[in-house]
DNA sequence: TTAGATGCAAATAGTTTGCATTTGT
DNA sequence: ACAAATGCAAACTATTTGCATCTAA
């Protein structure tokens, strides 16, 4: 692979010591390209549709070393049990869902870089990252009368 | 099942309309007999100790019931992909998971109220809770040398 | 009384594993 | 050159579903 062709990600993986494969590759880019939220299925999708000769298995390898490298985190939206992986830009993403349609709202605001600071001196531990979920009730479902599905 | 006798949160169960069966009141009552995280796998053998007539299925509806009403939350610690459910007294729950041994740290410090309402008011949502994940390595991990599993 | 919830067991879907082979460095 | 990573396909595990029955309110 050619180091002046790839992604700040995709550098930092090599860096890390872990080699830059079409399939690594192949997750990274469809990851990015994507609104924010992918399910492991939907990623085996899209990174086939980049390059058909990717095993599924090497889709969930990849991810997993991801976030260990806190390039990527699971988190549970609403329905499925199936994680959702949100990149984590700047080590950190914070998103709001709606119990009852399952609608996701990106918020950008993060109050809590004081509080990580505090924690590292506190805990002695190193932080790499957080994943704030907020839910409850979207705009539309909280006016709702009863209990339908939207 | 008798009023006077049931948790707080088992009231608010039957409060909110549903059925206060004895599936649902076995999956609470493990729950809050954990120390904070359980996979489902987890907690269907604490259930059957509790009442061993109590099916599998039954657990997992219950599960989704309570994430629906903020009383748990799935989140992502590390090894699997199957989520831990944990508790969330007072509609919240912070902890740091380690990325390299999984060791779960509880956080107390909770600095998102006032973000909280700034949201609520911007965005018109409803919020009946919130999960927040810091990551990294623990005071062990960070200090070992290179890459072996503790 | 009766809508809502259940247990069961089968079906599904998602994830992991072992291993021979390939590939990035 | 060679350790690391892969693709494959089988094995496995967790989760969901349909349905007849039961039960909390």
Redesign the pocket.
């Known amino acids: ?1 050619n180091a002046t062709t790839v992604s700040p990600r995709a550098r930092r993986l ?1 860096e890390s010591g ?7 590759l192949a997750v990274l880019t469809a990851l990015e390209a994507s609104d924010g939220h992918l399910t ?2 939907e990623l085996i999708e899209r990174v086939l549709a980049l390059d058909p ?6 889709v ?3 991810l ?1 070393l991801f976030t260990r490298l806190s390039l990527v985190r699971p988190t549970y939206l609403s329905g ?4 959702a992986y949100v990149l984590l830009p700047g080590g950190h993403h914070h998103h709001f869902v709606c119990l009852r349609c399952g609608r996701v709202i990106e918020v950008e605001d993060c109050s809590l870089l004081d509080t990580t600071r505090e924690m590292e001196q506190r805990l002695g531990v190193h932080v790499t990252g957080h994943l704030v979920e907020f839910f409850g009730l979207c705009a539309n479902c909280a006016a709702l009368p009863a209990e339908e599905d939207s």
Chains 1, 2 share one sequence.
Request: aromatic share 8%.
């Open positions: 692979m090599r872990y080699k830059l494969t079409s399939a690594r492991s299925t000769a990717v095993g599924r298995a090497s969930f390898r990849a997993e499925s049990v199936t994680p």
